[in-house]
């Protein structure tokens, strides 16, 4: 006569198998967790990655002086896209970025529309209340021949720190639009205009290496300049 009563080695199998199965199904769900976890941060390392040319930020957005603030009492206005500086006095003036930036490239357009010239600041501060500069270098602007325009001037006493090689003073265009890059990145200043390397220079004096940046209005009330299309890759490791 048959038995109904399970042999007790057979409920041991039964057990350890089920035992087994639980240990593989939690290893198959940790698996599958950590896997889809890995996913995640693969996805959002791929978002934060910031594509070739995407990093450029616009620094003038073509309808107000949003992002900048006005030094001195020169006019400094907005108008069908275009960033008109007009000296109205015989003092200096700027217009300065409300941000710091220490390493840096810059893309603008600019136009000399007077006899003035101007100039691309940066690493620059101010006294309060004043247009005096207390640090800074600037890129130079003055369309006219032999002026050199894309050589570097400091602030600080020392005057000009690097030219741009004679054969290509006339690169600029008086009454049109030139084209400007810069890009400063420690001690090491560099410009490009219309096309054309202008200035590669490592300085082995370099003063502060930190602060705004800013557009000038020469003295003397001739200063009339026109620019549009800034933009702005901020390189900085702080």
């Known amino acids: 006569m048959k038995s109904d009563t399970v042999p007790s ?55 107000d002086l949003s992002g900048w603030t006005k030094i001195g009492a020169e006019s400094w206005t907005v108008d069908g896209g275009l960033l008109h500086g007009k000296g109205l006095t015989k003092a200096y003036g700027y217009l300065e970025t409300d941000k710091d930036y220490k390493d840096f490239q810059l893309s603008l357009r600019f136009k000399c529309v007077g006899d003035g010239n101007s100039g691309v600041f940066f690493h620059t501060g ?25 050589g570097v001037y400091a602030e600080n006493g020392r005057g000009w720190v690097v030219w741009p090689s004679p054969e290509n003073e006339g690169v600029v265009r008086m009454g049109e639009w ?9 001690n090491r200043y560099k410009s490009r205009l219309n096309g054309v390397q202008m200035v590669d220079f490592t300085d082995p004096k370099p003063g502060a290496l930190d602060g705004k940046i800013a557009l000038q209005l020469h003295a003397g009330g001739d200063g ?15």
Request: glycine fraction near 6%.
């Open 9 to 63: 080695s057979r409920l041991e199998n039964s057990s350890q198998t089920g035992t087994v199965k639980s240990r593989k199904w939690l290893i198959t769900s940790v698996l599958v967790l950590a896997t889809t976890f890995a996913a995640g941060l693969v996805v959002t390392a791929q978002q934060k990655v910031v594509l070739p040319g995407n990093d450029w930020i616009a620094l003038f957005n073509g309808t």
């Open 126 to 150: 101010f006294k309060p209340g004043s247009v005096d500069t207390t640090q800074g270098m600037q890129f130079e602007i003055d369309c006219k021949m032999m002026h050199h325009t894309a």
């Open 178 to 186: 030139n084209d400007y890059l810069v890009e400063v990145v420690g």
């Open 224 to 238: 009339n300049m026109q620019f549009k299309d800034i933009w702005i890759r901020d390189l900085s490791a702080r």
